[in-house]
């Protein structure tokens, strides 16, 4: 069973249903359809599909760049028990060495790192920017789970709901330090090679705050993680009271359309289009989202956060909101609050927290 690389993955099971030809440049990783397939040729990137289960989304990217004898892993997918010889089959039949191997983890999302440890036990080097450590530290703990509850609270869910979708999206951010993971930090404008190829780590806030992409000038390639998506709009959930994620999205979006990238390899799906349009594009969502949010705010002063959900403009099941998945609601809930605080830091609405302990929103100057 030879690999379209060339290389014999002596290591398989000789009967297991994987390592067949799926088309030009492709092979299979199992029965169920998961491939690895090259998607661009200099420099020499390969797409590994890996399984996503508990969200919308039905699969989540790893990304392979070879050169030199050398490969750059570009995130690590989930650490569902179907993936744990995904990614490793992708490697074995792409020749590659562990040991001559760097996994680059774009940011802290289970759905991104859930791997590492397969990789790191294999020999590779794993790394990752100094925010996504900060990300780990912050958010892959119990205490910002109840940070979640009390912020949900406070904007007007009840005890029960608040509970609920903190339970269900907390424990979503790994942190290699508590799993003892090895790794390495770099920081932004800091460069990673792969043979003769640098990648310049470039920050990318919005989606979380430590997000990093890598930026290849030469072939105006990116590898954004999930920085902007073609599949949707990429979520932006809050953080804490007095940040603003949304405006650090739409400044990333607003940097990544001026870089005039031509090859982009995101989490989430493939290119579709023009980088520079989608991200513009995304720009626009994102501010007809907040308009909405701003004059429901002006139509009826006083409202709570919770209150305001609906009015942003979702396609959501609102009269059957109990029936919704909590994943669900946690996006929809989530990523309105973190338009409201956009609203706030950007001076359009004030927020005002009554002595029941729940916030209310108010156009500025009223």
């Known amino acids: 069973m030879t690999s379209v690389s060339g290389a014999v993955p002596e290591a398989a099971d000789p009967g297991a249903d994987w390592g067949q030809g799926c088309g030009a440049n492709c092979f299979t990783l199992d029965e169920d359809g998961f491939t690895c397939s090259r998607v661009l040729d200099a420099p020499e990137v390969w797409r590994v599909d890996l399984l996503m289960h508990d969200t919308f989304l039905p699969s989540v990217n790893a990304f392979v760049v070879m050169d030199g004898g050398e490969a750059l892993v570009v995130d690590a997918g989930t650490p ?108 932004p404008g800091d460069e990673l090679r792969c043979g003769r190829w640098c990648f310049e780590v470039v920050s990318a806030p919005g989606h979380t705050t430590g997000q990093c992409v890598l930026w290849e000038p030469e072939t105006r390639t990116a590898f954004l993680g999930d920085a902007v998506l073609f599949l949707c709009s990429t979520c932006i959930g809050f953080w804490g009271e007095g940040e603003d994620p949304i405006g650090e999205q739409l400044g990333t979006l607003r940097a990544l359309a001026r870089r005039g990238i031509e090859h982009a390899f995101m989490g989430h799906g493939l290119q579709e289009s023009d980088v520079s349009e989608r991200c513009l594009a995304n720009v626009g969502h994102h501010e007809r989202r907040s308009a909405r949010a701003l004059a429901a705010i002006a139509e009826r002063p006083g409202q709570t956060g919770f209150e305001l959900v609906p009015a942003m403009g979702w396609r959501a099941p609102f009269d059957r909101w109990a029936e919704t998945p909590a994943m669900t609601r946690w996006f929809l809930v989530s990523e309105s609050i973190a338009h409201l605080d956009h609203l706030v830091a950007t001076g359009a609405v004030r927020r005002e927290r009554g002595e029941d302990g729940v916030s209310r929103y108010w156009p500025a100057g009223v």
């Open 80 to 187: 569902d028990p179907m993936n744990d010889t995904r990614l490793m089959r992708a490697l074995l039949g792409l020749g590659v060495d562990p040991e001559a191997t760097t996994l680059f983890c774009t940011h802290a999302h289970i759905d991104h790192t859930g791997l590492a440890r397969e990789l790191s036990e294999a020999g590779a080097r794993v790394v990752i920017p100094e925010g996504v450590l900060g990300d780990m530290r912050r958010f892959a703990v119990p205490a910002w789970r109840d940070q979640m509850v009390e912020r949900m609270s406070a904007e007007g869910a009840s005890a029960a709901e608040s509970a609920e979708l903190a339970d269900v999206i907390w424990d979503h951010v790994v942190n290699f330090e508590t799993e003892k993971i090895a790794f390495s930090t770099v920081c």
